[in-house]
């Protein structure tokens, strides 16, 4: 079993940055691929962004437009979401999961909890 803790998110002025982590315990996520997705209440689960296990690929939902950049860091066993130039549009609980590369959260395995994030316009 794999377990997942998002950290780092917050309220942030639109312009802004943050950088979410994504910590994983209990086995190693160095053979999984991993991802971001965000959840707005009444919405579908959005993906934001995923990397394949060797850390080599990197997707990116359509709406980062060059500003969010994932990465991983197997040795600390943690996935890394540094999100800049935030819009109000961002609003959402982010979440991690491993398991999958793919844009479809349906085929992830694994899930955090979730970290707010909040921009103010």
């Known amino acids: 079993q794999v377990q997942l803790v998002e950290s780092g998110g917050g309220l942030v002025q639109a312009g802004g940055s943050l950088r979410l982590s994504c910590t994983a315990s209990?086995?190693?996520?160095?053979?999984?691929?991993m991802g971001w997705f965000r959840q707005d209440p009444g919405n579908e689960r959005e993906f934001v962004a995923a990397?394949?296990?060797?850390?080599?690929?990197?997707y990116y939902g359509s709406f980062t437009k060059g500003r969010f950049t994932i990465s991983r860091d197997d040795a600390k066993n943690t996935l890394n979401l540094q999100m800049n130039n935030l819009e109000p549009e961002d609003t959402a609980i982010y979440y991690c999961a491993a398991g999958s590369s793919s844009s479809d959260y349906r085929t992830y395995n694994y899930w955090g909890q979730g970290t707010q994030v909040t921009v103010s316009s």
């Open positions: 990397i394949n296990r060797s850390g080599s690929m990197t």
């Open positions: 209990g086995r190693s996520v160095s053979s999984h691929g």
